[in-house]
């Protein structure tokens, strides 16, 4: 009795969430934002605030959104999805890897699906992922050309201060005597 209700709750998020999908790809925020108001259940209308502030180009938003489903039940795949590159988008690689290592593993353990669909999933699980230490490495090679700048400009102001101060120890003293 419990998974069939399971099942029909999951069927209509689901059917709530294809709605909300094709009034966002049609541009009517004003829409999906209403079906989220008509959403009773709390992941439900999590999930479908995720997806029209992710759209909606809130990717700190979408990852808030995200990280609340994701509290309630931690194998919403879409909202690993959405967490993954909202943090990707922010450039928070931390949470990119660690969220992409979820989608992955989500996506292959994925039941319930068609072949196409899970492939589909688990292409776009490896992408993300790839996306993700990407970023990690672009992080790393940022901090290192940090340090390396910082390195220089703390040296030319050390250089500039040395000769300055063998400029002025040149003009404090004469060859000749004074008369």
Do not use: C
């Amino acid at each position: 009795m419990n998974a069939t209700l399971l099942l029909v709750v999951a069927l209509v998020t689901q059917a709530g969430i294809e709605h909300v999908r094709e009034t966002l790809a049609a541009g009517d925020f004003h829409s999906a934002w209403a079906a989220l108001g008509a959403e009773s259940e709390e992941l439900g209308r999590l999930r479908i605030r995720t997806e029209i502030l992710y759209r909606a180009g809130d990717p700190a938003g979408a990852l808030r959104a995200a990280r609340a489903g994701l509290g309630i039940d931690a194998a919403q795949i879409d909202l690993l999805y959405h967490a993954t590159g909202a943090a990707i988008w922010l450039e928070d690689a931390a949470d990119a890897v660690a969220y992409s290592a979820r989608l992955v593993q989500a996506a292959e353990t994925l039941v319930g699906q068609g072949p196409e669909e899970r492939r589909a999933w688990q292409e776009s699980a490896r992408n993300l992922a790839a996306r993700s230490e990407a970023l990690v490495v672009r992080q790393d090679e940022l901090g290192r050309t940090l340090k390396r700048l910082r390195f220089v400009s703390v040296g030319g102001v050390v250089f500039w201060l040395v000769a300055l101060w063998f400029v002025l120890r040149s003009q404090g003293r004469s060859s000749k005597p004074v008369s």
